[in-house]
């Protein structure tokens, strides 16, 4: 889309599905996040959260699973509910300039039969923003200040993960997106998101020095700070030089 073709701030109007972004390698996004009209199965999130249906949706997660730590459980539905929400966000900004709604209370979501997070759902297909796209913040900052930031502390208080491993779990996701979405990788933007102990509005960066960029063998590995505490789940397989452990890497 050229710079310019629409007005900024205008509302997108994606010719298929939610985003035009939404298309070859990118098609899996579809079934993450779509119009709220479209996800028949959806509930509010305000209304998940505090009704008690998300203990259960780790309850249920916990019995399928055979987790037994809660810890665990509800780190490995973070890491469900933050890719299904991260990656088509950042997607759509990155590729077609287009900010999905972010904001917490105007979004539903729709569990799998485990108990995990399937898909999110949006009112409106969003905004367009003819902005700067080499400032990290700009790009995902509605993201974290209107969704991230919400969701966050119920992690910790029916979870029982602490804020700074459910921000760890997030900027997996984010990074990934920045360095994979287009056919020229965001890397510096990747890097600058965790770099920084301060964002632009002088706020703590709940990112800061969640990833490192480390050599292993030669090679350039991305590193967490804090472990995800994936070992502790019965047959889930290890993130392998991603994982924070020494002892977890080989696994």
């Given at each position: 889309?050229?710079?310019?073709?629409?007005?900024?701030?205008?509302?997108?109007?994606?010719?298929?599905?939610?985003?035009?972004?939404?298309?070859?390698?990118?098609?899996?996004?579809?079934?993450?996040?779509?119009?709220?009209?479209?996800?028949?199965?959806?509930?509010?999130?305000?209304?998940?959260?505090?009704?008690?249906?998300?203990?259960?949706?780790?309850?249920?997660?916990?019995?399928?699973?055979?987790g037994t730590d809660?810890?665990?459980?509800?780190?490995?539905?973070?890491?469900?509910?933050?890719?299904?929400?991260?990656?088509?966000?950042?997607?759509?900004?990155?590729?077609?300039?287009?900010?999905?709604?972010?904001?917490?209370?105007?979004?539903?979501?729709?569990?799998?039969?485990?108990?995990?997070?399937?898909?999110?759902?949006?009112?409106?297909?969003?905004?367009?923003?003819?902005?700067?796209?080499?400032?990290?913040?700009?790009?995902?900052?509605?993201?974290?200040?209107?969704?991230?930031?919400?969701?966050?502390?119920?992690?910790?208080?029916?979870?029982?993960?602490?804020?700074?491993?459910?921000?760890?779990?997030?900027?997996?996701?984010?990074?990934?997106?920045?360095?994979?979405?287009?056919?020229?990788?965001?890397?510096?933007?990747?890097?600058?998101?965790?770099?920084?102990?301060?964002m632009p509005n002088?706020?703590?960066?709940?990112?800061?020095?969640c990833l490192r960029?480390?050599?292993?063998?030669?090679?350039?590995?991305?590193?967490?700070?804090?472990?995800?505490?994936?070992?502790?789940?019965?047959?889930?397989?290890?993130?392998?030089?991603?994982?924070?452990?020494?002892?977890?890497?080989?696994?």
């Amino acid at each position: 889309m050229a710079a310019g073709a629409r007005e900024s701030m205008a509302v997108f109007d994606g010719p298929k599905g939610l985003s035009a972004a939404f298309a070859g390698p990118h098609a899996w996004c579809n079934e993450k996040m779509m119009l709220s009209e479209n996800l028949s199965d959806g509930i509010s999130l305000p209304e998940f959260f505090a009704s008690g249906a998300f203990d259960r949706a780790l309850s249920l997660y916990a019995e399928t699973s055979g987790g037994t730590d809660r810890r665990a459980v509800a780190s490995m539905w973070s890491l469900y509910y933050f890719s299904a929400l991260t990656i088509p966000y950042v997607v759509a900004r990155v590729l077609d300039h287009q900010a999905l709604p972010a904001a917490f209370d105007g979004m539903t979501v729709a569990l799998s039969a485990d108990g995990l997070p399937r898909a999110f759902g949006v009112a409106t297909t969003g905004e367009w923003r003819d902005d700067d796209a080499s400032d990290v913040f700009t790009l995902i900052g509605s993201l974290m200040d209107e969704h991230l930031a919400r969701v966050v502390p119920h992690l910790k208080a029916t979870g029982g993960i602490s804020p700074r491993l459910a921000w760890n779990n997030a900027a997996v996701y984010i990074d990934y997106a920045l360095r994979t979405a287009g056919t020229d990788p965001m890397s510096d933007q990747a890097d600058a998101m965790v770099a920084c102990r301060l964002m632009p509005n002088g706020g703590a960066n709940p990112f800061f020095d969640c990833l490192r960029q480390e050599e292993e063998d030669g090679a350039p590995v991305c590193r967490r700070k804090i472990c995800c505490l994936r070992y502790l789940l019965p047959g889930i397989p290890s993130c392998g030089s991603l994982c924070a452990l020494p002892s977890q890497r080989k696994q």
